[in-house]
């Protein structure tokens, strides 16, 4: 069965500091890869997918930046976090578009 | 603009009797409808489907309606049980190759035992 991380599970970051998030997803190839961001009553906001090692497309322009250096990693980063980037951040993955999603446990990022 | 909405914020219900949970949607290029539950800490859990083709899907203990020409959909929890209290997305993609999945805000089912 398929299976995905993301980890940290939470973490607080000072203003400016730089970020890596990390997510892992495992017994499946070449799957699609998400990451998403829920702000404070708000519902899940794309930010970035992938379809395949090295490609990506960003959804809404922001703070953040997304790589797949392999077919199962996938990573979000920032160089300098704002007070505006708090928030929840999950991971997913599915099999192809149009097809169920599948998430991790989310990151909770607190700017300070 | 909201695509996908959930106009009730919560929703309580009696252990054993019916959930039912509404989502509007606004966008008529939307052509697959999914609901996701989610616990506290965790990422939301995808629960069931359903094409535009159809107007109803079933999964044992949950049923979704779609009602296109009034851009509505909802979900029935029947009966309904206390690990049911979650919140619960209601989620689209429109035709297409899609990957964008649109979220409402959430629905907080609490369900009393």
């Known amino acids: 069965s398929q299976t995905i991380h993301q980890w940290p599970a939470t973490l607080v970051q000072p203003v400016g500091s730089p970020l890596s998030l990390e997510c892992t997803v495992e017994g499946t190839s070449n799957p699609n890869l998400y990451w998403y961001r829920q702000a404070a009553g708000r519902g899940l906001q794309l930010l970035f997918y992938?379809?395949?090692?090295?490609?990506i497309s960003s959804e809404v322009p922001q703070n953040l930046s997304a790589s797949r250096p392999q077919d199962r990693q996938f990573i979000l980063s920032s160089k300098k976090l704002l007070l505006s980037d708090s928030g929840f951040y999950l991971c997913?993955?599915?099999?192809?578009?149009?097809?169920?999603?599948?998430f991790g446990d989310g990151t909770r990022l607190s700017i300070l | 603009d909201q695509q996908v909405k959930q106009n009730s914020p919560s929703l309580s219900v009696q252990e054993g009797r019916i959930s039912i949970l509404n989502c509007d949607y606004t966008?008529?290029?939307?052509?697959?409808f999914l609901w996701y539950k989610k616990y506290p800490a965790e990422g939301p859990t995808f629960l069931i489907s359903?094409?535009?083709?159809?107007d109803k899907n079933e999964d044992g203990r949950f049923t979704v309606f779609l009602n296109k020409s009034a851009k509505h959909l909802s979900l029935h929890i029947v009966p309904s049980q206390p690990g049911d209290s979650a919140v619960y997305f209601c989620a689209a993609y429109s035709g297409g190759s899609n990957y964008k999945l649109t979220f409402g805000k959430g629905t907080l089912l609490t369900v009393n035992p």
């Open positions: 997913a993955w599915s099999w192809d578009s149009n097809q169920p999603q599948h």
């Open positions: 359903i094409s535009s083709i159809k």
């Open positions: 992938s379809v395949g090692i090295g490609q």
């Open positions: 966008n008529s290029m939307f052509d697959y």
